[in-house]
């Protein structure tokens, strides 16, 4: 190759001062120069690129977080409902959540009570606690005819007439 030909295969670059502080210019062959603008407008791009899916992976982590705290507050709101008796659980919390729009967590005991005052009909009456339904039947009689019992031998001893003897023998049999 000639001289003529090196001289066209390489650019001139001014770089930036050098220590002495004079301006140094250096010569860079051209397909070297081509590959680095290339290599330099690839990482620009890729950089763009890596900025935007940031940002969009930021907005989804704001709404995932947002999808949360609604979903504590929603599961907040059962339990609470479910713990003072409600009857329709699902219709009650939505009702409640219409209600806590704007609202804390904090707030949640609050409306649970308002919702109990004001819609009481989707909470149950309190529940007797001394005898399961089944059987609380079976010992509301069984305790009546007791008391019948403990009445009639009452009356057997006090009165002394064999007719309310009888009738307190026949119920103790069919008691026992």
């Known amino acids: 190759m000639g001289s003529s030909q090196v001289e066209e295969n390489l650019i001139e670059t001014s770089e930036e001062q050098d220590l002495d502080g004079r301006d140094a210019t250096k010569l860079v062959p051209v397909a070297e120069s081509i590959r680095h603008r290339k290599r330099a407008q690839n990482a620009e791009k890729r950089a763009e690129t890596l900025t935007e899916e940031l940002s969009e992976a930021n907005r989804r982590i704001a709404q995932l977080s947002q999808d949360l705290s ?37 707030d949640i005991d609050g409306c649970v009570e308002q919702l109990r005052k004001e819609k009481a009909y989707l909470f149950s009456a309190p529940a007797d606690t001394s005898a399961s339904r089944k059987t609380a039947g079976i010992k509301d009689r069984a305790k009546q005819t007791q008391t019948a019992l403990e ?7 006090r009165t002394g007439s064999r007719a309310d003897l009888q009738q307190y023998l026949k119920l103790r049999r069919n008691l026992l």
């Open 70 to 106: 609604e979903l504590q507050v929603e599961q907040t709101l059962a339990r609470k409902l479910a713990a003072t008796g409600v009857t329709d659980l699902e219709t009650a919390v939505l009702v409640a959540k219409a209600r806590m729009e704007g609202k804390t967590q904090a």
């Open 151 to 157: 009445q009639a031998a009452k009356r057997a001893a």
